[in-house]
């Protein structure tokens, strides 16, 4: 009998393994002589990521660290990036960020903090050294963690989708995830193998904080029970849930094209009589992409509140509703009117 083509990857060395899924991650094609920009924290996951990219490319790659203010003693995770970079013969970027000293934004945390300095820092890196794509080490693992996180939170559906493979992180410049399908084991495991260390965060042991008690109560225990495929199948999932997002999206922006007509006054007199039929759920994803669009204030734009735009949808004249970021809706002949108090 011949061996199944899962029967051969099992049987193959981890690097193989690990390298073939790092490939499939990358980007279909990579402009050529364009630097790729590799986060490195010092992790096993980013450590895993820079080697196997120094496997798989023979383009300029350059090391990018960002420093966080929150342990005493990140300097050494810094001085450890550093002299692998030098070692692979790579130069080494990194930035001390004061995550603690800079004041918050409106309901931004810590960690939110923290992950909005570093991006800032890595788009800046990329835009130095002209660099076209930055990629991040985020595995199967942290998918899994993100959407259960998210689902226990409190998301809709686009919530579901987790994080994506790639999107834009500046002007120019993509952020990709190509570790995205591979488990966090399978990387430990290629490191081991090609005698590669790494460091050790003492904080992602720290059950306190909702990512890291997901990853060490909740998951182990399904993965050790009952649900010996609860990774994959989250995943799995957020994969589906990624479509139905696109899918919906896609209706809206269609309907608005058709139905959303642009004032003198500035606003947007939306036509509704053809929403009337529709489902609301797709009827408040059409007011969504508008608020995309326009580039409208959505920071306290909520799901009630485009839920109460479809209601309204098919109101009598004259009925009127405020919203967040001085928005007036307005119903009129036919349709809402739409628009932003000076």
């Known amino acids: 009998m011949l061996p199944t083509p899962s029967s051969r990857r099992a049987s193959e060395p981890p690097s193989v393994r690990f390298l073939a899924a790092l490939a499939a991650g990358l980007p279909p094609s990579s402009p050529g002589g364009f630097p790729l920009v590799v986060g490195v924290s010092g992790g096993a996951d980013s450590v895993g990521l820079l080697v196997g990219m120094c496997r798989l490319v023979s383009g300029p790659i350059v090391v990018a660290h960002a420093q966080h203010d ?27 960020l004061a995550v603690r000293d800079e004041r918050s934004e409106s309901g931004e945390g810590l960690e939110a903090r923290a992950r909005r300095l570093r991006y800032d820092f890595l788009a800046r890196v990329a835009h130095a ?9 985020h595995t199967a693992d942290d998918q899994a963690e993100t959407i259960l996180h998210r689902i226990l939170r409190g998301t809709g559906i686009a919530g579901l989708a987790g994080m994506r493979r790639a999107r834009e992180l500046c002007d120019g410049v993509a952020l990709v995830r190509p570790l995205l399908d ?27 904080r909702a990512r890291n008690f997901l990853r060490h109560e909740v998951l182990p225990r399904c993965l050790g029970g009952p649900y010996p495929a609860a990774t994959a199948a989250v995943v799995r999932l957020g994969e589906q849930a990624a479509g139905v997002a696109e899918a919906l999206a896609s209706a809206a922006d269609r309907l608005l094209e058709e139905h959303a007509v ?18 609301p759920h797709l009827v408040a994803e059409v007011f969504a992409a508008l608020w995309r669009r326009e580039g409208w204030p959505r920071r306290d734009m909520t799901t ?3 839920r109460a735009l479809a209601d309204r949808v098919g109101r009598t004249t004259g009925d009127q509703l405020a919203l967040p970021g001085r928005m007036q809706v307005t119903s009129v002949d036919d349709g809402l009117l739409l628009r932003r108090e000076a």
């Open 70 to 96: 929150l342990r005493d003693d990140a300097h050494t995770d810094r001085v450890f990036v550093e002299e692998l970079a030098a070692a692979l013969g790579l130069p080494c970027e990194w930035r001390r």
């Open 182 to 208: 591979v488990p966090r084991a399978d990387v430990r495991r290629y490191l081991e193998e090609v005698g590669t260390d790494w460091r050790e965060d003492a904080t992602n042991a720290d059950t306190a």
């Open 129 to 137: 050294c002209g660099g076209r794509h930055v990629l991040v080490a």
């Open 304 to 306: 009630a509140h485009y």
């Open 262 to 279: 642009r004032t003198e006054g500035g606003g947007i007199w939306l036509r509704t009589r053809r929403l009337t039929g529709l489902h």
